[in-house]
């Protein structure tokens, strides 16, 4: 008796890690042909100057819009799309395409690009983000590259000397969700970034939290003494803003001043710039 339910707990584990490991598959398929399709694209979301309230760059999100299942968000396939290594090829067409569409945008408005850790892996990372550059005709200044803290987790000289060779063509480095590491603080003596971002997760419960609070005004005062450009992430009410301005937070970003949205969009926002500053 005991064997046969064994054996069919077994098979029932089976079944589901086949439908599993089948549906993976298709949606590994379904992504290359996606990319080879030209039916991933980006977003921008705007970066303000938390004085001026004026636009100095965007983020460039991944969006993919699969044609059964519908918008499908990064946190699902960007992970996929590492694992199969498909992100170096798909890194290489954010960078070219993000970069052609900021040398569009009134100089010095910037472009900021995700790079996952996996591209470090690529020995031609610096190149491609040399001939983006290059065929774009953007600034180098203009282009700052987003990481996350696991680019620097221990054992990673290689990833270290990768950013230094980045950072020689004069590009930004901005450390991305900063505080949700494991050792936020070592990762800024490994190299000095440019930017720090500070995690959503702190910025959303700003105010409520004297945690978050303490460690919000923590970090703003760490990157002012360093000279790193602070920027909130996920800034969505007046009353978040307003104790980022208080606390002399330099940049922000967030819903409250406008969501992920297509190229054509970003272009207005900056025409229409002098209005929103108002
Ligand atoms: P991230 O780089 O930290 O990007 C910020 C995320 O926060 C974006 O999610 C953005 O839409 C979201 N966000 C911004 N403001 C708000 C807000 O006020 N409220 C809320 N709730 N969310 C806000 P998204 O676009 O879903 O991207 C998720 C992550 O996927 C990114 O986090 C990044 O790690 C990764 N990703 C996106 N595009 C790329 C890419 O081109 N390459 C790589 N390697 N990773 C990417
Ligand atoms: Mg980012
Ligand atoms: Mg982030
Ligand atoms: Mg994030």
Redesign the pocket.
Known sequence: RAKAEGGSVAHGFEAAMDSWARSRRRRETDLHEAFARGELTL?Y?PVLGVRSREILGF????RWQHSVEGAI???DF?PLAEETGL?VPI?AW?LRQACAEASLWADPIRVA????PV?FRDPGLVATVREALALSGLAPQRLEL?V?ESVLLAASEANVATLHALRQLGVRIAM??FGTGYCSLSYLQRFPFDTI?ID?SFVNRLGDDPHSTAIVRAVIGLGASLGIVTVA????TEAQFAHLRAEGCGEV????FG??APAAEARRLIRREPDLAA
């Open positions: 977003a979301q983020e460039a999100l991944l968000p990064p946190s960007v992100i890194g954010v690009v995700n790079l996952s591209q987003e996350t991305d969700d971002k959503r992430e996920g800034v969505e970003q967030g819903y409250l969501r992920p």
